[in-house]
């Protein structure tokens, strides 16, 4: 991954675009999010993951100040985000995860208004991002498919060029071209302007060829935040094998860092931990035709940190991903 | 309950229906209670009523409660007093329940899963209308057991339960009838409000047709263009006259409404109109041409865009108001005549404490009266739209933007109070231009001071459904339609109960008072202005301090 920063995120002494200091809200007992503390530095994509229900829309939510925390603050740009709301608001792109706008309004009338309720804004630049999306903006609101919906959100939540971005689930209900188009967006907004980007997602491919760090979040608690790289499971590969002759797992079961070790006949297949070289040397006695590594990906961190509860879902998200592969054949 | 879409579509009205049914019931037991009881507690009094009704003295009351038939005894003062109101009241119940089982429905997408079941659509038209059968059913049952209740409630026997069901069976079907209507105006309509305004302007012009025709002769010849008309044939529980041919009308245009909506909605697009091609829907016609309008006016900030979301029904209910101010201050005359002509029973009139020998005193106890209540109808209706946009997502992104909550709120206040006053304006207007063209006797300052205050009932009904919006969104449609329901029936009923003036200014209604008469009370219109800005302060301080819903 990639990304050429024009200024390092979060250079010293600089406020965080994000942080949020025991900010809890509640909606029952397993509901809301709970003593929060959080920090996104500026000029950083930061991809905040979590089950459905865990609190990630809720924090969104109260960073925007629609809903109010019971206790503890939030502060974006170092102003507070229940004080100095307006101001917030000012220097905050925004796409909620679930856009309900007026039905009878064009895409163009639409974002007129809400242009206007900025004090206005670049129209050009309205029309560039609406010509990347391939948005038709003479059509109703009502009449738009999911997708084009979206679009209007990320014109809107773009069209300014915020200084902190807040998506909630970007890529909802757009097909991978246009997917890859938001990522562009993404990285412009960031490399070009400076704007920090905050958002949730549950295409963690996405996340993961996006982010630097992420932030996880389960039962409304913060349980990881790291940099995408040192995330636990994320330096973990799965290696499958297809092999000349059989071989016993005990074979490869030893070797240091190598476990789930699985023979079925002559394919073989493990997780590696660290150096590859030990397991390459135990299977080339038996005539490796063919050796297939996986690079490890979010759904590695988010299994490790959600466990067996959230093991259907993520294999349900895992099947959106096309990780890299390297073939050893 | 969820058996069946026809239980569903019950169960998603059931306190509503509940609520309502039970405001019917009370209200009907209640005026028979002050009426009855207090206002026409002897044989005299009751005597003098029934010369008033023969001689026409009590013209100005049959424009609310229709056609009085043998007023002196029970039954027939309880089918008039008692249940006047009740096809208006009944009917517009099912305009808004029928209205948001359709279009509502639509617009909140919540009928998509229902149509990709394995049903047909026409079945679940059907299925949709049979539960809003069972919720008017429902009403019916309390409103005659409010009729039996209200017999010995007001001292009198429990009135014959056939004639109570007879009766409650016309009413079933003039209300049915206007379901029918709402749900065929629900297949051209592009949201719930738009929908609910037209049909309930139907419901609201019928009515005053089908009595203002009591009221002028000259309207007199007309009263059948109204539905409500058939409705007024029959007197079940007066002198047991049943009309069975108007009862059979009614059943057969309800159920010809009801297939032409049900043969409509199985053939749109969900989701979408039925297009009419006609001038006023020309943005249409250009879109089939291929160049969609791009006006952006109104689009400004948010009091424009407030104005532009009531921009329709504000000239739907301006024009509506217009013409009924322009039809009625042209019969005025007429009426004035018709006093005259009852010297006998001068006293009697005098009695009733309306001024109905002269222009303005018949302008004010009859137009002045029926004007700030269809423009508080319009408050009510636009008052929920701020609530349900947010209980819909609508205000997510707005609410993001930087505006203060505060100055949001107000904004939006602002906006349908300048709507209020736009088609209060249409109304004035037209009572003024029509009245200065047939040169009516009045006081032309007071005329004019009456048409400027005639928005602020409306804007006090409209700043309370924006302070219930402000801290309970949920329940704004139904705390502004009883408050209303409320302040309306307080209004009519306050005088037999004998209150302090203070009291009775608790009804907005009362607090307008007569300004064609009075002039200006400059203590009412403190109270009124007051009234309007303590209930704005109230919802913008709640919703500022709430967290939006989603």
């Not at chain 1, 109703?140 to 200084?163: C, D, I, T, W």
């Not at chain 2, 947010?390 to 505060?406: D, I, V």
């Not at chain 2, 009775?504 to 007051?530: C, E, H, N, T």
């Given at each position: 991954m990639e990304i050429a920063a024009k200024r390092p995120a979060g250079a010293p002494g600089e406020v965080p675009a994000i942080r949020t200091l025991g900010l809890t809200k509640l909606y029952g007992e397993r509901r809301g999010v709970f003593d929060l503390d959080l920090e996104v530095r500026q000029g950083e994509i930061f991809g905040f993951l979590g089950p459905n229900g865990a609190g990630k829309t809720v924090t969104i939510r109260l960073l925007l100040d629609l809903i109010r925390p019971q206790s503890g603050r939030a502060e974006i740009l170092g102003l507070d985000c229940r004080r100095q709301a307006v101001a917030v608001h000012r220097l905050v792109g925004y796409l909620p995860g679930e856009l309900a706008l007026e039905p009878r309004l064009t895409g163009r009338q639409l974002l007129t208004y809400f242009a206007n309720l900025r004090g206005g804004v670049e129209w050009s630049f309205v029309e560039d991002l609406a010509g990347r999306l391939e948005l038709n903006l003479e059509q109703r609101f009502g009449e738009y498919s999911r997708g084009n919906k979206q679009k209007v959100g990320l014109v809107q939540a773009f069209m300014h060029r915020p200084r902190l971005l807040i998506l909630d689930e970007p890529s909802g209900g757009l097909d991978p071209l246009h997917q890859e188009t938001v990522a562009e967006l993404v990285r412009e907004a960031r490399d070009e302007t400076g704007s920090t980007i905050f958002f949730s997602s549950h295409i963690l491919s996405e996340v993961q060829s996006l982010c630097e760090r992420v932030g996880f979040i389960r039962e409304g608690r913060l349980v990881e935040l790291a940099p995408v790289h040192e995330l636990p499971g994320m330096n973990t590969y799965r290696v499958t094998a297809e092999l000349g002759k059989p071989m016993r797992p005990e074979t490869i079961a030893s070797i240091d860092g190598v476990t789930k070790v699985r023979v079925d006949g002559t394919s073989v297949s493990c997780a590696v931990r660290g150096d590859m070289a030990p397991l390459i040397e135990a299977l080339a006695p038996h005539h490796p035709h063919r050796l297939v590594s996986e690079e490890p990906d979010l759904s590695e961190a988010f299994l490790h940190l959600y466990g067996a509860a959230a093991e259907s879902e993520s294999g349900r998200s895992a099947t959106t991903n096309h990780p890299a592969r390297r073939n050893y054949q | 309950m969820f058996r069946s879409i026809a239980l569903a579509t019950f169960r998603s009205q059931r306190w509503p229906t509940l609520a309502w049914g039970l405001a019917l019931a009370i209200f009907a037991v209640f005026s028979m209670w002050t009426n009855w009881r207090n206002e026409y507690p002897s044989d005299e009094a009751r005597q003098l009523l029934a010369e008033q009704v023969d001689s026409g003295g009590l013209r100005f009351a049959q424009v609310l409660f229709g056609q009085p038939e043998r007023v002196d005894e029970f039954r027939g003062h309880l089918e008039w007093r008692g249940l006047g109101l009740h096809p208006l009241l009944l009917g517009l119940f099912m305009v808004i329940s029928a209205t948001a089982v359709s279009r509502g429905a639509e617009e909140r997408g919540e009928l998509d899963l229902v149509l990709a079941g394995p049903r047909r659509r026409s079945r679940i038209f059907l299925e949709q209308a049979a539960g809003l059968g069972l919720a008017l059913l429902t009403l019916c049952f309390l409103v005659w057991l409010a009729v039996l209740v209200s017999g010995p409630a007001a001292g009198e026997p429990i009135p014959p339960a056939g004639r109570a069901l007879l009766s409650v069976l016309n009413l079933a079907l003039a209300a049915a009838l206007f379901m029918a209507l709402a749900l065929l105006v629900a297949q051209f309509a592009r949201s719930r409000r738009a929908a609910g305004s037209v049909a309930g302007a139907i419901l609201v012009a019928s009515f005053l047709w089908a009595n203002l025709g009591l009221v002028a002769t000259s309207l007199g010849g007309w009263r059948w263009l109204s539905p409500l008309y058939l409705y007024s044939r029959s007197t079940p529980l007066a002198d047991g006259d049943v009309s069975v041919s108007a009862l059979g009308l009614t059943a057969l245009l309800t159920a010809a409404a009801l297939a032409s909506a049900g043969w409509l909605f199985a053939r749109r697009d969900a989701g979408a109109v039925v297009r009419i091609p006609f001038p006023g829907f020309a943005e249409a016609a250009s879109e089939r041409a291929g160049s969609v309008s791009h006006r952006t006016w109104l689009l400004g900030g948010s009091v424009q865009r407030g104005l532009r979301e009531a921009l329709g029904p504000t000239l739907l209910w301006g024009v509506g108001s217009a013409l009924f101010a322009a039809l009625f201050t042209t019969t005025t005359p007429s009426i004035r005549r018709g006093f005259d002509d009852l010297s006998e029973t001068r006293e009697a009139v005098q009695r009733l404490e309306f001024?109905?020998?002269?222009h303005a005193g018949i302008l004010s106890a009859l137009l002045f009266l029926v004007l700030p209540l269809l423009l508080s109808l319009f408050a009510a209706a636009q008052a929920a739209s701020m609530a349900s946009q947010e209980q819909s997502g609508r205000l997510e992104l707005e609410l993001a933007y930087p505006l203060r909550r505060h100055w949001y709120f107000l904004q939006r206040s602002i906006a349908l109070l300048i709507a209020i006053a736009l088609a209060a304006a249409f109304a004035g207007g037209a009572f003024l231009a029509t009245a200065a063209s047939m040169d009516l006797d009045l006081d032309w300052r007071k005329a004019v001071i009456a048409c400027l205050l005639l928005p602020l009932p409306a804007s006090i009904v409209a700043a309370f459904g924006y302070a219930l919006t402000g801290w309970r969104p949920r329940f704004v449609a139904a705390g502004v339609a009883a408050a209303l329901g409320a302040s309306f029936l307080f209004d009519l009923l306050a005088p037999a109960l004998d209150l302090p003036a203070a009291v009775q200014k608790v009804s907005v209604f009362q607090l307008y008072g007569q300004p064609l008469l009075d002039g200006i009370l400059w203590a009412d219109l403190a109270v009124m202005v007051g009234l309007v800005l303590v209930f704005l302060a109230a919802g913008s301080m709640g919703f500022a301090r709430r967290d939006i819903l989603k």
């Amino acid at each position: 991954m990639e990304i050429a920063a024009k200024r390092p995120a979060g250079a010293p002494g600089e406020v965080p675009a994000i942080r949020t200091l025991g900010l809890t809200k509640l909606y029952g007992e397993r509901r809301g999010v709970f003593d929060l503390d959080l920090e996104v530095r500026q000029g950083e994509i930061f991809g905040f993951l979590g089950p459905n229900g865990a609190g990630k829309t809720v924090t969104i939510r109260l960073l925007l100040d629609l809903i109010r925390p019971q206790s503890g603050r939030a502060e974006i740009l170092g102003l507070d985000c229940r004080r100095q709301a307006v101001a917030v608001h000012r220097l905050v792109g925004y796409l909620p995860g679930e856009l309900a706008l007026e039905p009878r309004l064009t895409g163009r009338q639409l974002l007129t208004y809400f242009a206007n309720l900025r004090g206005g804004v670049e129209w050009s630049f309205v029309e560039d991002l609406a010509g990347r999306l391939e948005l038709n903006l003479e059509q109703r609101f009502g009449e738009y498919s999911r997708g084009n919906k979206q679009k209007v959100g990320l014109v809107q939540a773009f069209m300014h060029r915020p200084r902190l971005l807040i998506l909630d689930e970007p890529s909802g209900g757009l097909d991978p071209l246009h997917q890859e188009t938001v990522a562009e967006l993404v990285r412009e907004a960031r490399d070009e302007t400076g704007s920090t980007i905050f958002f949730s997602s549950h295409i963690l491919s996405e996340v993961q060829s996006l982010c630097e760090r992420v932030g996880f979040i389960r039962e409304g608690r913060l349980v990881e935040l790291a940099p995408v790289h040192e995330l636990p499971g994320m330096n973990t590969y799965r290696v499958t094998a297809e092999l000349g002759k059989p071989m016993r797992p005990e074979t490869i079961a030893s070797i240091d860092g190598v476990t789930k070790v699985r023979v079925d006949g002559t394919s073989v297949s493990c997780a590696v931990r660290g150096d590859m070289a030990p397991l390459i040397e135990a299977l080339a006695p038996h005539h490796p035709h063919r050796l297939v590594s996986e690079e490890p990906d979010l759904s590695e961190a988010f299994l490790h940190l959600y466990g067996a509860a959230a093991e259907s879902e993520s294999g349900r998200s895992a099947t959106t991903n096309h990780p890299a592969r390297r073939n050893y054949q | 309950m969820f058996r069946s879409i026809a239980l569903a579509t019950f169960r998603s009205q059931r306190w509503p229906t509940l609520a309502w049914g039970l405001a019917l019931a009370i209200f009907a037991v209640f005026s028979m209670w002050t009426n009855w009881r207090n206002e026409y507690p002897s044989d005299e009094a009751r005597q003098l009523l029934a010369e008033q009704v023969d001689s026409g003295g009590l013209r100005f009351a049959q424009v609310l409660f229709g056609q009085p038939e043998r007023v002196d005894e029970f039954r027939g003062h309880l089918e008039w007093r008692g249940l006047g109101l009740h096809p208006l009241l009944l009917g517009l119940f099912m305009v808004i329940s029928a209205t948001a089982v359709s279009r509502g429905a639509e617009e909140r997408g919540e009928l998509d899963l229902v149509l990709a079941g394995p049903r047909r659509r026409s079945r679940i038209f059907l299925e949709q209308a049979a539960g809003l059968g069972l919720a008017l059913l429902t009403l019916c049952f309390l409103v005659w057991l409010a009729v039996l209740v209200s017999g010995p409630a007001a001292g009198e026997p429990i009135p014959p339960a056939g004639r109570a069901l007879l009766s409650v069976l016309n009413l079933a079907l003039a209300a049915a009838l206007f379901m029918a209507l709402a749900l065929l105006v629900a297949q051209f309509a592009r949201s719930r409000r738009a929908a609910g305004s037209v049909a309930g302007a139907i419901l609201v012009a019928s009515f005053l047709w089908a009595n203002l025709g009591l009221v002028a002769t000259s309207l007199g010849g007309w009263r059948w263009l109204s539905p409500l008309y058939l409705y007024s044939r029959s007197t079940p529980l007066a002198d047991g006259d049943v009309s069975v041919s108007a009862l059979g009308l009614t059943a057969l245009l309800t159920a010809a409404a009801l297939a032409s909506a049900g043969w409509l909605f199985a053939r749109r697009d969900a989701g979408a109109v039925v297009r009419i091609p006609f001038p006023g829907f020309a943005e249409a016609a250009s879109e089939r041409a291929g160049s969609v309008s791009h006006r952006t006016w109104l689009l400004g900030g948010s009091v424009q865009r407030g104005l532009r979301e009531a921009l329709g029904p504000t000239l739907l209910w301006g024009v509506g108001s217009a013409l009924f101010a322009a039809l009625f201050t042209t019969t005025t005359p007429s009426i004035r005549r018709g006093f005259d002509d009852l010297s006998e029973t001068r006293e009697a009139v005098q009695r009733l404490e309306f001024d109905l020998t002269s222009h303005a005193g018949i302008l004010s106890a009859l137009l002045f009266l029926v004007l700030p209540l269809l423009l508080s109808l319009f408050a009510a209706a636009q008052a929920a739209s701020m609530a349900s946009q947010e209980q819909s997502g609508r205000l997510e992104l707005e609410l993001a933007y930087p505006l203060r909550r505060h100055w949001y709120f107000l904004q939006r206040s602002i906006a349908l109070l300048i709507a209020i006053a736009l088609a209060a304006a249409f109304a004035g207007g037209a009572f003024l231009a029509t009245a200065a063209s047939m040169d009516l006797d009045l006081d032309w300052r007071k005329a004019v001071i009456a048409c400027l205050l005639l928005p602020l009932p409306a804007s006090i009904v409209a700043a309370f459904g924006y302070a219930l919006t402000g801290w309970r969104p949920r329940f704004v449609a139904a705390g502004v339609a009883a408050a209303l329901g409320a302040s309306f029936l307080f209004d009519l009923l306050a005088p037999a109960l004998d209150l302090p003036a203070a009291v009775q200014k608790v009804s907005v209604f009362q607090l307008y008072g007569q300004p064609l008469l009075d002039g200006i009370l400059w203590a009412d219109l403190a109270v009124m202005v007051g009234l309007v800005l303590v209930f704005l302060a109230a919802g913008s301080m709640g919703f500022a301090r709430r967290d939006i819903l989603k």
